[in-house]
């Protein structure tokens, strides 16, 4: 029986026609043109900043407005959604590892961990791998509702987190757009750590006992910055030592957004430990 599920499991996340046949294209792929991104994150920024307004000009300010349990089924399914596709690009990473791996000494790739980092030049924004990241792509676009959600609870709006929203929608279609490299690494540490955090929220979201740790989902995301910041280390020594990374122009556009998301993270990170607000 464990093992006809396994082998289902293995088919319906890496071996499905339609995932190994996957093309990126923009007249194949919904929402993969440059004008759908640039509307869609236009859109986000000015429907949170009017919500936020009118909140304010009609609500008192400490007063919130109800969502009963819908941010907590949203945090259900976007766990669900992040631990599926973590495990759709492990199986369909293992499988293209499998596949491809002749093919490595033509670039210069020795072993696995290199190919993570750094794509051969000419690499396609096809098959198993790309299908995968395609719906993390799309998967940006559901975590924007949390912006939504912060302005109706908290009657708040951050710019950091419209930054933030915005520059990850922004990198994952430069990830298909350019082949870029590293994301699979990318992929594989974002929706992880998700996954756990968002099933965290669900479940505190429902008065169900939380961690012994109270800023467990900030060290969660330290983590994922952590991991990041190491991987980009990585890719820059590849892309040196190979002479050259497929999409490494994208890669380096990638790096400034997520140098400024690190920024904004120590900002906020350093004032939540702050030994005043600790005292507060």
């Not at 980092?117 to 940006?140: I, K, M």
């Not at 908290?154 to 298909?176: G, I």
């Not at 002479?243 to 904004?264: F, H, M, P, S």
Request: aromatic share 16%.
């Amino acid at each position: 029986m464990s093992t006809a599920l396994i082998s289902s499991l293995t088919y319906y996340l890496s071996e499905h026609p339609y995932i190994v046949g996957f093309r990126w294209g923009h007249s194949q792929s919904w929402g993969s043109t440059w004008s759908f991104l640039i509307t869609s994150i236009f859109l986000y920024i000015a429907v949170s900043s009017s919500l936020h307004i009118l909140l304010s000009a009609f609500l008192r300010r400490n007063r919130s407005v109800t969502l009963g349990h819908i941010p907590d089924i949203h945090s259900l399914l976007m766990s669900i959604l992040s631990a599926t596709i973590f495990a759709g690009i492990l199986l369909s990473t293992a499988t293209e590892i499998r596949d491809t791996r002749w093919f490595w000494r033509r670039s210069k790739t020795a072993t696995p961990l290199q190919w993570l980092l750094c794509f051969p030049l000419g690499t396609r924004a096809s098959g198993r791998v790309f299908f995968w990241s395609y719906v993390f792509y799309l998967t940006r676009f559901l975590h924007m509702f949390r912006t939504i959600f912060a302005v109706f609870r908290r009657r708040r709006l951050a710019v950091s987190q419209l930054f933030c929203n915005s520059a990850m929608a922004f990198t994952s279609f430069l990830w298909l757009e350019f082949s870029q490299s590293y994301q699979v690494l990318a992929i594989l540490s974002t929706t992880l750590v998700y996954s756990v955090v968002y099933g965290y929220r669900f479940w505190t979201g429902f008065g169900l006992p939380g961690s012994a740790f109270p800023s467990f989902v900030v060290n969660c995301q330290l983590v994922l910055v952590v991991c990041n910041l190491v991987s980009h280390a990585g890719v820059l020594t590849m892309h040196l030592i190979k002479g050259g990374c497929n999409g490494i122009g994208a890669w380096g556009l990638n790096t400034v957004l997520n140098g400024a998301i690190l920024l904004l993270f120590l900002n906020f990170y350093l004032k939540m430990h702050s030994p005043m607000r600790r005292r507060s």
